[in-house]
């Protein structure tokens, strides 16, 4: 059964309250915080991304650099760099952005999308390469030719590819073999607890120097604009948190780890993502990490009357 974990206050008075569930792990693994639906199962959707980078590498993929790796886990904001970043592992392998799979879309990035939409109408700027998930299925498509697999259908869950990251999933969440989803993307997609999700960031974080699961881990902290993009909250929040590994997903997921082992994960259950940025602090905060200015000032997002600060989105007081 979730909780109330986050609140709206416009005007002194409270708005709404988001409900939901989390967990926080000490660095042996012990859980810390437990509160709501830790132990059942959630889709974690993009959280799923290092875990599928870390089955690609151990598949064969290897990254030109960090910045390649990252787009990799990326739920990237169809920046130019980002762009760049996915049509250069396609040309590595000799592909085009027809051979991607996922959706087309639009940069979610608002300055990016604008661009992109400048004397074009919708239907002629959509591309799959702006897609947020278009660097994991370029690293794929890689993977595949690396490895002699099909490079079509490599969605299905039938493919060597997938069967290869449903047994990635399995080794680090140690979670039951269930029923899939399919996620946004098209992709496959494995149920995980939050309390094991927390478990298999809380791996990544402190896998060896060296590992496949440090390599992802260390990607993505050292390119937090490349895995989210300007102003993401996975950005904003590495940004403030030396050493820390983090991964949104879709509908109110996130999941991260300090170097220490000390991990968390949570469901929003309406999936706000007002919700995300003071749930995540209040969470950091309650992990021992030290606080700033920085961190205050994302763990209180303005709610705006007019152009005027009107309330706060908080995490509630003692929820944690």
Same mark, same amino acid.
């Given at each position: 059964?979730?909780?109330?974990?986050?609140?709206?206050?416009?005007?002194?008075?409270?708005?709404?309250?988001?409900?939901?569930?989390?967990?926080?792990?000490?660095?042996?693994?012990?859980?810390?915080?437990?509160?709501?639906?830790?132990?059942?199962?959630?889709?974690?959707?993009?959280?799923?991304?290092?875990?599928?980078?870390?089955?690609?590498?151990?598949?064969?993929?290897?990254?030109?650099?960090?910045?390649?790796?990252?787009?990799?886990?990326?739920?990237?904001?169809?920046?130019?760099?980002?762009?760049?970043?996915?049509?250069?592992?396609?040309?590595?392998?000799?592909?085009?952005?027809?051979?991607?799979?996922?959706?087309?879309?639009?940069?979610?990035?608002?300055?990016?999308?604008?661009?992109?939409?400048?004397?074009?109408?919708?239907?002629?700027?959509?591309?799959?390469?702006?897609?947020?998930?278009?660097?994991?299925?370029?690293?794929?498509?890689?993977?595949?030719?690396?490895?002699?697999?099909?490079?079509?259908?490599?969605?299905?869950?039938?493919?060597?590819?997938?069967?290869?990251?449903?047994?990635?999933?399995?080794?680090?969440?140690?979670?039951?073999?269930?029923?899939?989803?399919?996620?946004?993307?098209?992709?496959?997609?494995?149920?995980?607890?939050?309390?094991?999700? @927390?478990?298999?960031?809380?791996?990544?974080?402190?896998?060896?120097?060296?590992?496949?699961?440090?390599?992802?881990?260390?990607?993505?902290?050292?390119?937090?604009?490349?895995?989210?993009?300007?102003?993401?909250?996975?950005?904003?929040?590495?940004?403030?948190?030396?050493?820390?590994?983090?991964?949104?997903?879709?509908?109110?997921?996130?999941?991260?780890?300090?170097?220490?082992?000390?991990?968390? @994960?949570?469901?929003?259950?309406?999936?706000?993502?007002?919700?995300?940025?003071?749930?995540?602090?209040?969470?950091?905060?309650?992990?021992?990490?030290?606080?700033?200015?920085?961190?205050?000032?994302?763990?209180?997002?303005?709610?705006?009357?007019?152009?005027?600060?009107?309330?706060?989105?908080?995490?509630?007081?003692?929820?944690?």
């Amino acid at each position: 059964m979730s909780v109330d974990l986050v609140e709206v206050v416009r005007s002194g008075f409270r708005e709404c309250v988001h409900r939901g569930s989390a967990v926080i792990l000490r660095p042996d693994g012990d859980p810390l915080v437990e509160v709501g639906a830790v132990h059942g199962p959630i889709f974690p959707r993009s959280t799923n991304k290092p875990l599928q980078a870390l089955a690609l590498l151990r598949n064969g993929f290897e990254p030109v650099d960090d910045a390649e790796l990252a787009v990799a886990t990326a739920s990237h904001f169809g920046e130019p760099d980002h762009v760049a970043l996915v049509h250069r592992l396609l040309d590595r392998f000799g592909f085009t952005e027809d051979d991607l799979e996922c959706p087309p879309d639009l940069p979610f990035e608002e300055r990016a999308r604008a661009q992109v939409l400048a004397g074009h109408d919708r239907a002629a700027a959509v591309r799959r390469v702006y897609m947020n998930c278009s660097g994991k299925h370029a690293a794929m498509l890689a993977t595949c030719r690396i490895n002699g697999w099909p490079t079509r259908g490599y969605l299905e869950v039938g493919h060597p590819l997938q069967q290869a990251v449903l047994d990635t999933v399995a080794d680090v969440t140690g979670e039951p073999e269930t029923d899939l989803g399919i996620d946004g993307c098209g992709l496959p997609i494995v149920p995980v607890s939050l309390v094991n999700l @927390a478990r298999a960031y809380a791996g990544f974080a402190t896998a060896p120097h060296g590992s496949p699961q440090r390599r992802v881990a260390d990607a993505i902290r050292a390119h937090p604009r490349v895995i989210s993009g300007t102003d993401g909250p996975d950005f904003r929040v590495m940004s403030a948190t030396p050493g820390l590994v983090c991964k949104i997903g879709a509908d109110g997921v996130h999941a991260g780890a300090l170097p220490d082992g000390s991990a968390f @994960a949570y469901k929003i259950d309406d999936g706000a993502d007002r919700a995300r940025l003071p749930l995540t602090l209040a969470i950091l905060q309650r992990m021992g990490v030290e606080w700033t200015d920085e961190h205050a000032e994302l763990a209180t997002p303005a709610v705006l009357g007019g152009a005027a600060r009107v309330g706060i989105v908080r995490a509630i007081p003692g929820a944690l």
